[in-house]
């Protein structure tokens, strides 16, 4: 089955870390480059990192720069979020979503999102 | 404030024809043939429509068509369907400093 996975969401203070991961399968996670994409509580989707195919390329929205940090493991099909820092404006489903053409924003496939909540 | 702009809400008649509009600038949806629209229902994933301004996906129906004009890119829903209410958003790349940009989103009613 083709599916992505988020897991590690959950209430977390400001100011402390966590760590999104997101299991892949039923297709080569080792040929699409992969984003995060979040969506705060009643807004719209916020672009938050991607990563290449091989990880050799990352990039970030400047939101979240110096703060998060992608990355992937091949040979474990799963991407991850490392989000340290956290600050309330951070709160929001946090979804990853496969990029079927490279690293421009084509996601044809999400998975379920997983909810970070940030609050003391 | 969302860097592409959509309107917040349109409604349409099951049957009719309806299009969503986003603006951006000539760094972002003017300058890539790199826009894709996501159709969103409440509590769900975003579902993936259309991608380089006018290519449809393998089963997303025939009925929905993308089509762009300078910094506008369009999305078209013809024969509206009680199912097709949800939210929409446009996306495009913005070059690789940027790199993202989505539009605001669009809650389509179909009354």
């Known amino acids: 089955q083709v599916q992505l996975v988020e897991s590690g969401g959950g209430v977390v203070q400001p100011g402390k870390s966590l760590r999104l991961s997101c299991a892949a399968s039923?297709?080569?996670?080792?040929?699409?480059?992969m984003h995060w994409v979040r969506q705060a509580p009643g807004k719209g989707l916020e672009w938050v990192a991607v990563?290449?195919?091989?990880?050799?390329?990352?990039s970030y929205a400047d939101s979240v720069k110096g703060r998060f940090t992608i990355s992937r493991d091949n040979s474990k099909n799963t991407l991850y979020l490392q989000m340290n820092s956290l600050r309330a404006e951070d709160t929001a489903v946090y979804y990853c979503?496969?990029?079927?053409?490279?690293?421009?924003?084509?996601?044809?496939?999400w998975g379920q999102g997983t909810l970070v909540t940030v609050s003391s | 404030q969302s860097a592409l702009t959509q309107p917040a809400s349109l409604s349409g008649s099951p049957g009719q024809s309806i299009t969503i509009s986003c603006t951006g600038t000539?760094?972002?949806?003017?300058?890539?043939?790199?826009v894709s629209w996501y159709q969103q229902h409440p509590g769900k994933a975003p579902k993936l429509m259309i991608y380089?301004?006018?290519k449809r996906p393998s089963g997303v129906s025939y009925r929905f068509s993308g089509s762009k004009s300078g910094n506008t890119a369009s999305l078209t829903i013809s024969g509206l369907q009680a199912e097709d209410e949800a939210d929409y958003y446009c996306?495009?790349?913005?070059?690789?400093?940027?790199?993202?940009?989505f539009g605001g989103g669009t809650k389509l009613t179909v009354l």
């Open positions: 979503a496969k990029d079927f053409l490279g690293t421009t924003p084509n996601f044809d496939l």
């Open positions: 039923g297709f080569t996670f080792s040929s699409d480059g």
């Open positions: 990563i290449s195919y091989d990880g050799s390329y990352k």
């Open positions: 000539s760094s972002d949806l003017g300058n890539y043939k790199l």
């Open positions: 380089e301004d006018i």
């Open positions: 996306c495009s790349f913005a070059g690789f400093s940027t790199n993202v940009v």
